[in-house]
């Protein structure tokens, strides 16, 4: 279940109107919009705020929506009202509700050291919730702030498609991309933030924010918003009713997490039991897999150098079954990394190469590879074959999928290429990856500070047991059957 689309439902039926009945004893909106302009008419008079010359308000005639100026100017807006709402709500300018774009500058020498101030980063994406709360003695402010009070709606007016807006439960100071509103009691904030987290809301800002990397909401477009507005009285109903839902999808998305935390455990144990040589039943006869290494030993002398190099064992404390023994990658493998990027060279033809942001745990995503040019004498060394395993030297845990095409592929520096040797089942290997990234045994034979990585030799000593050939044919089956059933529970949680 997508619960990010489940809020946004929630919040499309809201201002809608279709989240609650209305009631024909409600104080119907227009009457709301009469006391605004009545409120700005005297503090005009009381010279406390200027005329704003673009002000204008909506009404509805003959089933048709106005917009009237105040110079007096009358214009049709049927074209810009997105849906319909309920005959006691009205539409309105986001500018008309409230004073958008105008905020108070505080210069953070001038705001108290247990003051809260609040960040972008500080808010979580989509669902508006706090993540945390930070005085001014806790982060550096040398910058000025936007000064809020509590019941304002602070709204980010920077990549408004993150959807970081918050109701504040008591005054503070915000970055200055953060646009405090103040409805004045005529609108609910928490409504009003519904409004502003809605996809109607989002789709206008997609469409007339201003900024390739960095997109904002100018003042002027955020004035000229529509906004929905329904009676002060179904505001209350509103809100009362979104969060009673709110909660129950807060509680699925929790269950989600757990169900995949759950599948994951899964996972995990399965892969246990694989490596433990307890997940099928062993065969008598099976070759024993010290025949196969000393088959290997015999066809593949250069891998004995690499048995030299094996790291020991003690984070593996179980014994394995007779037939099987404890080896090496090296010992049991042809392996090497890819090519590496010469812009000084350009002799060759260009081949498309897989670099590790193209390889995927169990999976590889092909768009847009890269080209570099390839000698003809070095297409084999540095290109990967249906069956081969492609390990990432860094990064997520030594992070695995083989190449199951039956064309080619050539690859970059940063991978390494892992060849088994006489019928050695690279899936085998693959879920033996996957395990010891799942337990963090990978992380015994990556080198390195700060960024750590799988080097040639350390992957030549990665310790992993290895059971009869016959034997791994019918563990990668089993797991493979297992893991289809659990994806299956993870597609349904998506659905």
Not at 37 to 51: C, F, P, V
Not at 166 to 189: N, R
Not at 381 to 410: F, N, Q, T, V
Request: aromatic share 10%.
């Amino acid at each position: 279940m997508d619960t990010k689309k489940l809020r946004q439902k929630i919040l499309d039926l809201a201002i809608r109107g279709k989240l609650v009945l209305q009631d024909p004893n409600d104080e119907p909106a227009s009457v709301l919009i009469e006391k605004i302009r009545a409120k700005k008419k005297r503090l005009i008079e009381e010279n406390k705020i200027k005329q704003d010359k673009n002000e204008s308000y909506i009404y509805r005639s003959d089933k048709s929506y106005y917009e009237k100026f105040a110079d007096g100017t009358v214009k049709c807006i049927d074209v810009e009202i997105p849906f319909e709402i309920p005959e006691s709500w009205e539409w309105c300018r986001l500018g008309f509700l409230c004073d958008y774009g105008i905020c108070i500058n505080v210069q953070a020498t001038d705001i108290p050291q247990t003051a809260w101030i609040l960040d972008l980063e500080d808010i979580e994406k989509d669902t508006g919730t706090l993540l945390v709360r930070v005085c001014r003695f806790q982060r550096e402010s040398k910058s000025v702030r936007h000064a809020f009070k509590k019941g304002d709606v602070l709204y980010s007016k920077l990549r408004t498609y993150l959807n970081k807006v918050i109701v504040a439960d008591q005054d503070g100071y915000s970055t200055t991309e953060i646009i405090p509103l103040d409805f004045k009691g005529f609108v609910i904030a928490e409504y009003a933030r519904c409004v502003l987290m809605s996809n109607m809301f989002l789709e206008y800002t997609a469409q007339c924010g201003y900024g390739v990397k960095m997109p904002r909401l100018g003042t002027n477009d955020g004035k000229r918003a529509l906004f929905p507005l329904p009676p002060l009285s179904e505001q209350r109903q509103i809100i009362t009713r979104i969060n009673n839902l709110i909660l129950i999808t807060s509680k699925l998305e929790n269950d989600k997490a757990e169900l995949y935390d759950i599948v994951k455990q899964a996972k995990s144990k399965i892969l246990d039991l694989a490596i433990r040589g307890k997940l099928v039943p062993q065969d008598p006869n099976d070759e024993l897999a010290s025949l196969l290494l000393e088959r290997i030993k015999a066809e593949h002398p250069e891998s004995n150098k690499k048995a030299s190099k094996t790291s020991d064992n003690s984070h593996y404390t179980f014994s394995l079954p007779e037939s099987w023994e404890w080896t090496t990658l090296g010992e049991i493998s042809q392996h090497n990394t890819g090519k590496t990027l010469d812009k000084s060279r350009n002799s060759g033809f260009l081949h498309k190469y897989i670099t590790t942001s193209n390889l995927y745990w169990d999976s590889f995503i092909l768009d847009n590879l890269k080209e570099m040019p390839f000698e003809e004498n070095e297409l084999e060394k540095y290109s990967a074959i249906e069956g081969d395993l492609l390990i990432c030297e860094g990064g997520d845990g030594g992070r695995s999928a083989i190449w199951d095409k039956e064309y080619p592929i050539c690859f970059q520096n940063h991978i390494h290429r892992v060849r088994p040797f006489s019928g050695i089942r690279s899936k085998y290997i693959y879920f033996f990856m996957f395990y010891s990234s799942l337990n963090g045994y990978i992380n015994y034979y990556k080198k390195g500070i700060g960024i750590q990585s799988l080097s040639g030799n350390s992957l030549s000593s990665i310790k992993l047991p290895l059971p009869p050939i016959s034997e791994q044919k019918r563990i990668v089956k089993k797991i493979e059957e297992a893991f289809s059933y659990l994806d299956e529970i993870a597609d349904s949680i998506k659905a």
